[in-house]
């Protein structure tokens, strides 16, 4: 308790407990609905896209956020009209754009004058380096997406899990679909400045993942999510903070050794089971 109190006298850990805060409810509400939808490779294409937006934004000397949100969201359209119109060659066209959007960030960070960009940062994370500035970019993110979320709850929750239901009830499928994708491109964005790049996809899956076996409403499983993911994010940053670990790594290491509990915890419980009906108890 005394390590925490004096890690929160500096502000840029201030500043990143804030960060992983508004970190955790965007990827409870988004990674609700990635996990739900079975959308995880989707994620991962839009991750890796987003990359040619970091390119773009310091090519160009635009601020990070507004250069790799831009693309990311033409890229998770691009996705989402292939999925929409060719399903059974989604995956490999979805490769195709994953692919091409980082080495278009590649080389347009080659092109960049005078690039000096410590890359590591974008692809592991670097919570520990947030700017106040940012934050409150960061905020109004988190309001807008969770907004339309809790806006729209009923249409998701039709989508998520009856879609031709959906269909039949007038419900928007198509625009619904694309509007997700766009949140989703917009919250990646966000949290590849928290864990990076390459670790994105399990902060928003984790959490989400562990939730589904104990929620009994899509509202639950997302508030669930918010909660577990503001966990491992503490617990990630103390762990960092007192063994000199990279933040964004140690916070994925938490979330993927609580994945792997609860799964072992399963497994244990499901043989007892049998075991239980064996003996005719």
Same mark, same amino acid.
Request: charge should be neutral; hydrophobic fraction near 60%.
């Given at each position: 308790?005394?390590?925490?109190?004096?890690?929160?006298?500096?502000?840029?850990?201030?500043?990143? *407990?804030?960060?992983? %805060?508004?970190?955790?409810?965007?990827?409870?509400?988004?990674?609700?609905?990635?996990?739900?939808?079975?959308?995880? &490779?989707?994620? #991962?294409?839009?991750?890796?896209?987003?990359? #040619?937006?970091?390119?773009?934004?310091? &090519?160009? #000397?635009?601020?990070?956020?507004?250069?790799?949100?831009? &693309?990311?969201?033409?890229?998770?359209?691009?996705?989402?009209?292939?999925?929409?119109?060719? +399903?059974? +060659?989604?995956?490999?066209?979805?490769?195709?754009?994953?692919?091409?959007?980082?080495?278009?960030?590649?080389?347009?960070?080659?092109?960049?004058?005078?690039?000096?960009?410590?890359?590591?940062?974008?692809?592991?994370?670097?919570?520990?380096? =947030?700017?106040?500035?940012?934050?409150?970019?960061?905020?109004?993110?988190?309001?807008?997406?969770?907004?339309?979320?809790? %806006?729209?709850?009923?249409?998701?929750?039709?989508?998520?899990?009856?879609?031709?239901?959906?269909?039949?009830?007038?419900?928007?499928?198509?625009?619904?679909?694309? #509007?997700?994708?766009?949140? *989703?491109?917009?919250?990646? =964005?966000?949290?590849?400045?928290?864990?990076?790049?390459?670790?994105?996809?399990?902060? %928003?899956?984790?959490?989400?993942?562990?939730?589904?076996?104990?929620?009994?409403? *899509?509202?639950?499983?997302?508030?669930?999510?918010?909660?577990?993911?503001?966990?491992?994010?503490?617990?990630?940053?103390?762990?960092?903070?007192?063994?000199?670990?990279?933040?964004?790594?140690?916070?994925?290491?938490?979330?993927?050794? =609580?994945?792997?509990?609860?799964?072992?915890?399963?497994?244990?419980?499901?043989?007892?089971?049998?075991?239980? +009906?064996?003996?005719?108890?």
């Amino acid at each position: 308790m005394t390590m925490i109190l004096e890690a929160l006298q500096f502000e840029f850990m201030r500043n990143a *407990l804030v960060a992983g %805060l508004l970190t955790s409810i965007i990827c409870g509400f988004m990674g609700t609905l990635v996990v739900v939808n079975r959308i995880v &490779f989707l994620s #991962g294409g839009i991750a890796h896209a987003a990359y #040619g937006g970091i390119g773009l934004a310091f &090519f160009f #000397g635009w601020p990070y956020l507004t250069g790799t949100i831009g &693309f990311s969201v033409v890229a998770a359209m691009l996705m989402s009209i292939i999925t929409l119109k060719a +399903r059974h +060659r989604a995956d490999t066209i979805i490769g195709v754009v994953w692919a091409l959007g980082m080495a278009i960030g590649v080389i347009l960070l080659d092109l960049t004058p005078g690039y000096n960009v410590d890359l590591m940062s974008y692809l592991f994370g670097s919570i520990l380096t =947030v700017p106040s500035s940012d934050l409150w970019i960061m905020g109004v993110i988190v309001l807008f997406v969770c907004s339309l979320v809790l %806006l729209f709850y009923n249409q998701w929750l039709a989508l998520s899990y009856d879609e031709e239901f959906a269909r039949i009830r007038g419900v928007p499928v198509n625009a619904l679909y694309m #509007g997700m994708m766009i949140m *989703l491109a917009i919250a990646i =964005v966000m949290v590849i400045q928290v864990v990076g790049l390459i670790l994105v996809i399990a902060l %928003l899956t984790i959490p989400p993942y562990i939730m589904e076996k104990f929620s009994k409403s *899509l509202l639950q499983m997302m508030l669930g999510s918010s909660l577990l993911g503001l966990i491992f994010t503490i617990s990630g940053l103390w762990l960092s903070y007192k063994f000199d670990l990279t933040s964004g790594a140690t916070i994925i290491l938490v979330s993927g050794i =609580v994945f792997m509990l609860v799964l072992l915890g399963e497994k244990i419980l499901r043989l007892k089971k049998q075991e239980m +009906r064996a003996v005719g108890l």
